[in-house]
């Protein structure tokens, strides 16, 4: 059983590692830093790296029973009953590019399932902090998502089409795309955020990992929204990668009928 002590404790310690996250990208942002793409095509630099290893070394210290993962080193303690997800610098190439649409993603998982997560825009200042059945913040503050009439009144985005890389995944997102309004593309972690916020009412996306989508769900559902996978079905570790966030849970149901038709 989690007490508020425990809780408190880790709300503390997602705080500080969000902290020594952003200590170490920050001299980075906007510098020479060199790009790398590694073997799955997708880029990392030595700020990702750092950033990690950064939260990793907290972690080992004051979370000794803990599991670890993250997205530029190995797993540690696999089959832990409380894992810390860890995604240094979601968004680098708009990290790269000098764009502040990046963030850092640490999430908690009590099992399968994420019940503390974070996004951490370290430049602009800005922290989302959603943890299971309380209110999700803004640099303290209590947000709310915000209410929609359906898809056609949705503004929505995506990261990019290129995401959706199967002929399937790719032609059921062009059917919900004619079914939406306006539909924004780039904006990573910054777009779950934004859900949460009131500003975006629907992201739909495919090919994450659990590091690109774990902490966004207790910011999103904190914040009155949802996240499901292309099915309705919960996000638990093990989904395949394609989610639907709602800040109005209702077009959840809207937004899979479309994808399965």
Same mark, same amino acid.
């Given at each position: 059983m989690v007490t508020d002590a425990d809780l408190a404790a880790d709300i503390a310690l997602v705080h500080r590692l969000a902290e020594a996250a952003g200590a170490v990208i920050r001299p980075y942002f906007r510098s020479s830093v060199g790009i790398e793409t590694k073997a799955d095509a $997708?880029?990392?630099?030595?700020? !990702?790296? !750092?950033?990690?290893?950064?939260?990793?070394? /907290?972690?080992r210290a004051e979370r000794t029973n803990d599991g670890i993962w993250g997205e530029e080193f190995p797993e540690e303690r696999s089959g832990a009953a409380r894992t810390w997800v860890i995604d240094p610098i979601d968004g680098? %190439?708009?990290?790269?590019?000098?764009?502040?649409?990046?963030? #850092?993603? /640490?999430?908690?998982? =009590?099992?399968d399932v994420p019940v503390l997560g974070v996004i951490d825009q370290c430049v602009a200042g800005d922290r989302w902090l959603g943890i299971a059945g309380r209110?999700? #913040?803004?640099? @303290? #503050?209590?947000?709310?998502?915000?209410?929609? %009439?359906?898809?056609?009144?949705?503004?929505?985005?995506?990261? $990019?089409?290129?995401?959706f890389r199967?002929? @399937? =995944?790719?032609?059921?997102? %062009?059917?919900?795309r004619a079914s939406l309004g306006d539909v924004m593309y780039g904006g990573d972690n910054h777009n779950y955020a934004l859900v949460a #916020?009131?500003?975006? =009412?629907l992201v739909v996306e495919a090919g994450l990992k659990l590091h690109d989508w774990a902490a966004?769900?207790?910011v999103v559902a904190g914040a009155g929204g949802a996240m499901t996978d292309w099915s309705g079905r919960?996000?638990? +570790? @093990? $989904? =395949?990668? +394609?989610?639907?966030?709602?800040g109005d849970p209702g077009l959840i149901a809207a937004a899979v009928a479309v994808l399965a038709d």
């Amino acid at each position: 059983m989690v007490t508020d002590a425990d809780l408190a404790a880790d709300i503390a310690l997602v705080h500080r590692l969000a902290e020594a996250a952003g200590a170490v990208i920050r001299p980075y942002f906007r510098s020479s830093v060199g790009i790398e793409t590694k073997a799955d095509a $997708s880029p990392v630099t030595a700020a !990702d790296r !750092d950033a990690e290893a950064a939260i990793r070394a /907290i972690l080992r210290a004051e979370r000794t029973n803990d599991g670890i993962w993250g997205e530029e080193f190995p797993e540690e303690r696999s089959g832990a009953a409380r894992t810390w997800v860890i995604d240094p610098i979601d968004g680098t %190439q708009a990290f790269v590019a000098g764009r502040p649409l990046f963030g #850092t993603l /640490i999430a908690l998982l =009590d099992g399968d399932v994420p019940v503390l997560g974070v996004i951490d825009q370290c430049v602009a200042g800005d922290r989302w902090l959603g943890i299971a059945g309380r209110p999700t #913040t803004l640099n @303290g #503050t209590a947000i709310e998502t915000r209410r929609c %009439q359906g898809l056609a009144a949705a503004r929505a985005a995506t990261t $990019s089409p290129y995401l959706f890389r199967t002929e @399937g =995944d790719s032609a059921a997102f %062009q059917r919900l795309r004619a079914s939406l309004g306006d539909v924004m593309y780039g904006g990573d972690n910054h777009n779950y955020a934004l859900v949460a #916020t009131g500003c975006l =009412d629907l992201v739909v996306e495919a090919g994450l990992k659990l590091h690109d989508w774990a902490a966004l769900v207790p910011v999103v559902a904190g914040a009155g929204g949802a996240m499901t996978d292309w099915s309705g079905r919960p996000l638990r +570790r @093990g $989904s =395949d990668g +394609r989610v639907i966030a709602a800040g109005d849970p209702g077009l959840i149901a809207a937004a899979v009928a479309v994808l399965a038709d």
